[in-house]
């Protein structure tokens, strides 16, 4: 199982490998760190089994590869936008440098929109940098290579001990899916019940977060390595987001969609099931 790095986006499967989850379904998970531009890529190649970035394969599934989205986790971002001390407002990172992971990553994609939003033009306005995960873009942030980063919220902490300045949760302003399940099509033509039974057991994984507050916050802190009192507003930040379903909010998916098709350049709009297969989560909900 493909992570980017360690961070709120993909706690529900850590609670599932935690709780067992994953063993009752006789399931062996490893999570392994993989860059997020590899990850379609190691999909494909048999190297992993899921991506928990699964947006970040919307666009290679609109561009003919075979692979798909299963399983949604958090309707709207988990990321606060950090920038230098002195930085308060998005529009006063006109004409400055913003770290993101990659370039068309999650990350680099909300930015795009929190500035659309705040009327600047994210492709004038601002210079991106490609650096890498969350730690990497902060110690950037703070050598002064940059002047602004979006962070996963676990990292809000630090963040206030260091100074910096939080200049909007990003989760308020963008309606844009974070995290999930994509695998390769082939996984689903030939090994659908594995996919099921992941599935069942990572869904097991945010009714969990969602009903034992206290235990979440306990592993919260262990996994993320927060400090007592910041985890209970990391936790918030994360049920504000949760997805209802394991799907994914429509105005979240029409969201993502529209910003593929302008990337892409594309006169059509785009449908649903080119990019994600929601089978998995109908028969979930229909046995619940």
Known sequence: MGLSGVG???LPSEIAKRKGFYDQEKLEVRKVTVGVGIQVAALLAGELDYSTVASTTA????QGLPVKTVMGWFDRPLHMLVARPQIKTIAELKGK???????????????????RKNGLNPDKD??????GGSSDRLAALMGGTVDATPLDVAYIAKTEQLGLSSVVYLGDVVDLRLGGLAVATEKIDKNPDQIRRVVRATWRGITFLKANK?????IMQDYLR??????????QYALRSLTVDGGVAKASLENELRIVKERLKL??????????DWRFVKELSSVR
């Not at 440098?97 to 500035?115: D, K, M, N, Y």
């Open 8 to 10: 709120l986006y993909e």
């Open 59 to 62: 666009i290679a599934s609109v």
């Open 97 to 115: 440098r913003v770290a993101v992971s990659a370039i068309g990553s999650p990350p680099h994609i909300l930015v795009r929109e929190a500035f």
């Open 126 to 131: 601002a210079t991106f940098l490609a650096v």
């Open 214 to 218: 206290i235990e979440t916050l306990a």
């Open 226 to 235: 927060l400090i007592p009192p910041h985890v209970e507003k990391v936790y």
């Open 267 to 276: 006169k059509d709009d785009i449908a649903v099931d080119k990019v994600a």
